[in-house]
């Protein structure tokens, strides 16, 4: 009856552990790397979105038609519009501590930015104004020393457009040059030469269309010429 009690109660042990173990491996993301929400992050109420979408820290003001750029890691949103202003606060997002921080301010408010990230710098060219004008103002930040630098203005002012970077190079597509006048021409930055030329333009003229570069080529996609949207 000893020897039969004894049996019982590691029996009873040894589960209590495998149970434990089971518990601790189901704790555990699926998959390596997979994203978990931090602390006090809000998850939605449908479950099977739940694996997919997590609501992290909000901006510190709402803000619409800023730009985003990754970079090692960190989000940083440029622009846009704040108080029904042309906002020059650059924002920093770390997803690890899950919060925002003020970067340093940009040298000329936008809204209706867009840029590329090259070589950790993130260039800026044109955009609309506090005025809401379109500029021909080019700017970069340097995200490792975190400073801005004005470089060569564009040809023309020019707002809505795309951006794209590609083999040491910043391509500028379409976009507007007032109110009325909608864009077709394209320009080419060389990072080295530090100056501006022409490149082909596009057959249609619009703006606030998207661009990405992908294996040596330059797609623009969409848009619209303030009558309609293209699928162009």
Known sequence: RRVASLV???????????SLQ??????QPEADGEFQPATGAQAPADASAASRWFVRAPLPAARTRSAAFGVR????LAGGTLDRS????????????NEWRAGAEKPTP????AGAVFSDVIYLPSGTDANGAPTARFEAYDTSAQTWATLPALPRAMSGHVVAALDNRIYVFGGRTSNENFNTEGYVFDLGAQRW???P???TARSQAAAVAVQGRIYVIGGTDGQRE???
């Open 201 to 203: 333009a596009m057959p």
């Open 73 to 76: 890691g960190k989000i940083y």
């Open 22 to 27: 089971i518990n601790r491996t189901r704790a």
């Open 110 to 113: 936008l809204r209706l930015a």
């Open 197 to 199: 030329s022409r490149v």
């Open 8 to 18: 019982v109660v590691a029996a009873i042990a040894l589960g209590s552990v495998l």
């Open 230 to 232: 293209y699928n162009t």
């Open 86 to 97: 042309a906002a020059g606060g650059l924002l920093v997002f770390d997803p690890q501590r």
